[in-house]
Each structure stands twice: as C-alpha cells, then as structure tokens.
C-alpha cells in the first residue's frame, strides 16, 4: 500500500482523502434535500439541518488538507489525453476546490448573520459578522445558487471519469479508484 502518489496511481491517502470528500458531500446534500420531507420546526427537520451545517465544516477543514496532499507526483493518464482535455479538468479541479471551500464558507456566513450558532461536533463556532439580515438574505441566496451548481459540477466530474474509463479506455478512473487487498480479490 503506497501512502504517496506514484507515477501511476494516487497514494493510499489522496484516494481515502478524495472518497471521504464525495460521501461528505452525499451526506450534506441528502441532509438538506431530506429536510424538506419534515414538517417545520420539528426536531428531525432541525436535526437534518445541523447535519448539514457539520458536515459542510467538515468538507471545509478536510478541503486544505486534500491541498496540502496534491504536492508530489500526479499519476500519468495512459494513454495520454489531449492537451485541452488536460485544460479542461485543472479548471474542473480547480471549481471544485473553490466551491468547497466557498459553500462552507457561505454556510458559516449565514449562519452569523443570522444570529444562530455555529455547531460543529459539540463545539460552537465564532461568528463571522454580528447579527445583520441582508447580509444573512445575500449569504443565503448565494450558498444556495452555488448549491446548486454543485450538483453540476459533481455531476460532470462524475460523468468525465466514467467516460474516460469507459468510452476512452484510459487509466483516470483506476489512478483514483480503491484496490482491494489481495485477501479479498480471491474471494
């Protein structure tokens, strides 16, 4: 089990690190799509929203260190994709690194703004800006227009690395897919 990159595939870590961002990401979506099934005020439907508020803080602390893991080698693609094509997936990676560091971000903004706690794991926040409404109004707007993004962006990431393995033929998937241990390949 390599915990570094190599030249042909992402280290143990990077691949446990960029699987624990999608299932946080799953986690704080489902928790505020769920929300709405529940009626106002009630315990679940507020207890779906803290999820999604936790879990969001979490995507923002593990984001910087998924950054700090990118230094070293990035694993070739073979065969090797075209140059725009390369160009195209910097700028995908780089709005999905923005994204989740700006939606957590937003969270945390309208959150402040709105005078409520910031819950994080039995701790409680600081606030980013006293009690304001239009600031919490713009806050909220934003985080849920750039929600919604998101689902495009995960989405066309998700669809890029499926046709690259199966349309293309090459190594993009596999370079960041989980190996199974010998033990369990023969089962």
């Given at each position: 089990m390599n915990f570094k990159n190599t030249a042909l595939r992402y280290g143990s870590v990077?691949?446990?690190m960029h699987w624990l961002m999608v299932a946080l990401m799953v986690g704080v979506y489902a928790c505020i799509e769920l929300r709405e099934f529940f009626p106002k005020g009630s315990d679940l439907r507020e207890s779906l929203k803290t999820w999604h508020f936790m879990l969001g803080l979490g995507i923002f602390l593990l984001v910087f260190a998924r950054l700090a893991f990118?230094?070293?080698p990035r694993p070739s693609i073979t065969p090797p994709?075209?140059?725009w094509q390369h160009?195209?997936?910097v700028l995908m990676h780089l709005a999905l690194y923005v994204f989740m560091i700006v939606m957590p971000l937003l969270g945390w903004l309208t959150l402040s703004a709105e005078g409520h706690p910031i819950p994080f794991?039995?701790?409680h926040l600081p606030a980013l800006v006293n009690?304001?409404?239009s600031i919490a109004e713009w806050a909220d707007e934003l985080h849920e227009t750039i929600g919604v993004t998101g689902y495009y962006l995960i989405g066309l990431h998700a669809a890029a690395a499926l046709v690259h393995h199966y349309f293309m033929r090459d190594n993009t998937l596999m370079r960041m897919w989980p190996r199974l241990t010998r033990a369990r390949r023969g089962r």
């Open positions: 990077s691949i446990a990118r230094t070293g994709i075209p140059r160009f195209v997936s794991f039995g701790l009690a304001d409404p």
